[in-house]
């Protein structure tokens, strides 16, 4: 595993194009350090009033601000008691509202009353967990571990039998395909329902134009190359749609063929090494939209997003790439040659052999593993040389999350 921790720098010599220049700016700015674990809980010790926010002080001397308007909004009886919605309106909110009192509870908490003779209490374990300086921001976020090929000496993986009855045991595997991009379920019955049986114990399956459950294996007449012996280079799933799978499921129930190793790359790993050697590439497919497309007798499904997404504070949150389902390229004339330069780049660094994790599923493998971070792709093999059948299925990322998130008690958490 080779974790990237240090902050990528634009290099001094190259000026940002124009129109690239304000993305750039987000592009360079997030640090990928080491992870911290969230600091232990701590009652509020002291506070201090400001005009337009309240400092609070935690046991042992940090710091956090909390805004009026924030507070106000965000008053922990605000929600609606047998839905937990929140019934509070914007649009009600005076920007001007102050606190007339504040007082520390003996729990170390905080109670307030505002001057329109309201009054809220904040637990100090809500107000902490909900801080939104700096340095919680960065502690809160969820940071993937990166893996290259060595990661096959350390597998993540877990029994059937483990996963389909215990939770902790689910949630356990669960936070390995968060974690990693992937996780393996060995020892699955022969039976082609039982790799739904494991993703409906994250919620209902994603239907798509390939079905609910699909069979990848070599037949006439295929709409899809997966459906072929050919070889699949690493790619993401239905890059197509606005909305591609999230969790993707791949259970080997049959397997005598020769060639047709399974092949995993960690996106987000290579998208990092992208930002860090060729910063003008990373941001060119961070803002241009590739077209996709899938089309057969009966479909044709488009789709045109940047190969890598990322969120609001510039962290990578996405890979859509497909060569098989990519477009023609439609962009400004000027932009064709770099977007070339930039795919090609970015390509040349999913194909290093140290970004590439090769494995040979058996009849009773399965390889689960979220479609848009990971990359994955197979060998070419030989149909005469034996049989070769996989059993899919997709869970969506909403639901994965929030099964994770509901197994370890979130949810009940306002
Ligand atoms: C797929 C796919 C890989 C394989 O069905 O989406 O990429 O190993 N299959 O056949
Ligand atoms: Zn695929």
Redesign the pocket.
């Known amino acids: 595993m080779t974790p990237v921790r240090k902050t990528a720098r634009a290099n001094e010599d190259t000026e940002p194009e124009p129109d690239l220049a304000r993305l750039w700016e987000r592009v360079m700015t997030p640090e990928i350090e080491e992870f911290q674990p969230i600091e232990e809980f701590r009652p509020i010790e002291a506070f201090r009033l400001e005009p337009d926010c309240i400092w609070v002080q935690w046991a042992g001397g940090a710091e956090s601000r909390f805004h009026h308007i924030w507070l106000r909004d965000n008053c922990p009886q605000g929600l609606h008691p047998v839905t937990w919605e929140r019934i509070q309106d914007v649009m009600d909110l005076d920007p001007d509202l102050c606190p007339a009192s504040v007082k520390l509870t003996d729990a170390g908490g905080l109670t307030v009353s505002w001057t329109d003779v309201y009054t809220s209490h904040y637990g100090a374990d809500w107000l902490h967990r909900r801080r939104y300086d700096a340095t919680a921001r960065a502690e809160r976020r969820l940071r993937p571990s990166l893996w290259g090929a060595a990661i096959a000496d350390t597998l993540p993986e877990a029994q059937f039998a483990e996963i389909a009855t215990d939770d902790a045991a689910l949630l356990a595997w669960l936070r390995q395909v968060r974690n990693f991009g992937f996780a393996l379920v060995r020892q699955m019955p022969d039976d082609e329902r039982a790799g739904e049986q494991v993703a409906e114990r994250i919620s209902f399956l994603r239907q798509t134009n390939f079905g609910t459950g ?1 069979d ?1 294996i070599s037949k006439p007449n295929p709409n899809n190359i ?1 459906y072929t012996a050919i070889e ?1 280079k690493a ?1 993401t ?1 239905l890059p197509n749609r606005e909305m591609p799978p999230g969790i ?1 499921f ?1 259970h080997c129930l049959d397997f005598q063929a020769t060639g ?1 190793d ?1 092949l995993l790359v960690d996106g987000f790993h290579a998208a990092e090494t992208l930002r860090a050697e060729d910063a003008d590439a990373f941001a060119i497919l961070a803002s241009t939209a590739i077209p996709f497309r899938f089309h057969d007798r009966e479909w044709d499904i488009r789709w045109s997003g940047p190969p890598i997404e990322l969120d609001a504070d510039g962290h990578v949150r996405g890979i859509r790439y497909h060569m098989a389902l990519t477009a023609p390229l439609d962009v400004p004339a000027d932009r064709v040659v770099p977007v070339y330069r930039a795919l090609r780049a970015f390509t040349q660094i999913l194909r290093r052999p140290a970004m590439e994790l090769r494995i040979r599923l058996r009849p009773g493998d399965m390889l689960a593993f979220d479609n848009r971070r990971s990359l ?3 060998a070419a093999f030989d149909p005469n040389s034996g049989s070769r059948r ?1 059993h ?1 299925c997709y869970v969506d990322i909403d639901e994965f999350m929030s099964r994770i998130r509901v197994l370890e008690g979130e949810n009940l958490l306002h």
Request: hydrophobic share 40%; charged share 15%.
């Open positions: 699909f990848v997966a699949l790619h799933d993707q791949l047709g399974s994955h792709g197979r996989l899919g």
